[in-house]
């Protein structure tokens, strides 16, 4: 991982960060809302802000969705905040 602003993966670089609730197809919006629409979605700067606002927001079961220019790089990972 780079720096904390920056994720590339072997010259991919990120495109859209998302967050999606575990278990769901759902991902947060701006709205602070859970949306089916992943366009919709809230797209985060660094990983360290999508947590930081999970944190602020209460979310406990999230999925840190990473999409980058190559799609097949694309990543999920789960994390628990409780």
């Known amino acids: 991982m ?3 602003g920056q994720i590339h993966m072997k010259d991919s670089p990120l495109k859209r960060l998302v967050v999606r609730k575990v278990g769901t197809k759902k991902f947060l919006s ?3 809302r859970w949306t089916k629409r992943e366009e919709a979605a809230l797209s985060f700067t660094s990983l360290v802000d999508a947590i ?3 944190l602020a927001r209460g ?3 999230v999925e840190f ?3 980058f220019e190559n ?3 694309d990543q999920c990972y789960a994390l628990s905040l409780a």
Request: net charge positive.
């Open 30 to 32: 701006g709205k602070g």
């Open 52 to 54: 930081h606002n999970c």
């Open 65 to 67: 969705v990473l999409r």
């Open 2 to 4: 780079g720096e904390f």
């Open 59 to 61: 979310l406990k079961e």
């Open 71 to 73: 799609s097949a790089m």
